[in-house]
């Protein structure tokens, strides 16, 4: 059974870090691309990054200018998406996806596992 649990959000001050992580069971990181994504409230859902399996290419939104980093540990397989420099419109719920193929897209209606969602709060 497909699943994915992300974990790490938080409350974090204007130009701090969060590491978010997305636990993964029923399959393996080998095999698919996991997609972060993210929804502020009375916002639709947005790609944030994505993460291909085989090679772990990496692509990003164009907002996050470099602050974003996505990467995965397959031994435990678990994806992580590390963050800095937040702003207060990066927060928002972040979500990890996978619709079990090899390669990223950044089309939301395309994923068919999600997980439950973690809350970032960029605030001073």
């Known amino acids: 059974q497909v699943q994915l649990v992300e974990s790490g959000g938080d409350l974090v001050q204007p130009g701090g870090s969060l590491r978010l992580s997305c636990a993964t069971s029923?399959?393996?990181?080998?095999?698919?691309?996991i997609g972060w994504f993210r929804q502020a409230p009375g916002k639709e859902r947005e790609a944030v990054a994505c993460?291909?399996?085989?090679?772990?290419?990496?692509y990003y939104a164009d907002f996050e200018k470099g602050r974003f980093t996505i990467s995965r540990d397959n031994v435990d397989n678990t994806v992580f998406l590390q963050m800095d420099s937040l702003k207060p419109e990066d927060t928002a719920v972040y979500y990890c996806?996978?619709?079990?193929?090899?390669?990223?897209?950044?089309?939301?209606?395309?994923?068919?596992?999600w997980g439950q969602g973690t809350k970032v709060t960029v605030s001073s």
């Open positions: 996806a996978t619709f079990r193929t090899a390669d990223c897209t950044d089309y939301a209606p395309s994923y068919d596992y």
């Open positions: 029923g399959f393996s990181l080998d095999y698919y691309a």
């Open positions: 993460i291909s399996s085989g090679t772990g290419s990496a």
